[in-house]
């Protein structure tokens, strides 16, 4: 069975901090992506690899940047925490060249910025 | 232009009951489509793929239509554990998968 695994379940950070959200998968995927979720709103693409070090703007960037320094492991990165990123961040990778391939997700990570 | 629509629901259904949701999208060239389903504060999680022939797993069978850009989801038999929100996912041409906003199923006894 294809693992995702995400840092962290629940988090809480002060605005203006640097926020890591870290996601790991187990079954050699090329493909890696971030989403935010929140009601009313569904799933939205934040940014999304498809190899060591590329990295590729989703929907909604803004705010945002990535890293891809192993196959395994994409990061997410908050530079500056603003209330407005309060949400549910959930990490899926998906194997193959096609990026419309099957998604498998992480549990998530609900991060709160106060 | 949404890209992809679903009703949000909720839809409340005894047990038992069949029920169907509709998902409309935008992109002709869409190629891969699936039904994920996610529960109460949990991840999406797979639930099948939609083929163009149509295609049944068990108590749910997806159907597509193309002409008319839309699927669909047929639940048979409902049980309280199919409580839970519904998401139609579809690509846009050759780009990433773009999920719906879901719609939640709610089975009573």
């Known amino acids: 069975d294809v693992k995702v695994t995400q840092s962290s379940r629940y988090l809480v950070k002060r605005t203006g901090e640097k926020v890591f959200l870290e996601c790991v998968q187990d079954?050699?995927?090329?493909?890696m992506f971030w989403y935010r979720q929140d009601p009313g709103l569904g799933l939205r693409l934040i940014y999304f690899?498809?190899?060591?070090?590329?990295?590729e703007k989703g929907d909604i960037p803004e705010g945002y940047s990535v890293s891809r320094e192993k196959k395994e492991r994409f990061s997410l990165i908050l530079e500056s925490a603003s209330t407005n990123q309060t949400s549910m961040y959930l990490c899926?990778?998906?194997?193959?060249?096609?990026?419309?391939?099957?998604?498998?997700f992480g549990p998530g990570t609900r991060l709160t910025v106060l | 232009r949404k890209e992809v629509e679903q009703d949000p629901g909720p839809f409340n259904v005894p047990e038992g009951a069949t029920v169907a949701f509709n998902c409309t999208y935008s992109?002709?060239?869409?190629?891969?489509f699936f039904w994920y389903r996610q529960d109460c504060r949990k991840e999406p999680k797979l639930l099948m793929s939609?083929?163009?022939s149509g295609n049944e797993d068990g108590r749910f069978t997806a159907q597509l239509n193309r002409a008319s850009q839309y699927i669909s989801l047929l639940i048979r038999d409902s049980k309280l554990s199919d409580s839970a929100t519904y998401l139609c996912?579809?690509?846009?041409?050759?780009?990433?998968?773009?999920f719906g906003k879901g719609t939640m199923l709610l089975v009573s006894p």
């Open positions: 899926a990778s998906s194997s193959g060249r096609a990026l419309y391939n099957e998604q498998f």
């Open positions: 079954m050699d995927h090329e493909n």
């Open positions: 690899s498809y190899d060591v070090k590329m990295k």
């Open positions: 992109n002709s060239a869409s190629q891969s």
């Open positions: 939609v083929y163009s």
């Open positions: 996912v579809v690509n846009m041409g050759y780009s990433t998968l773009t």
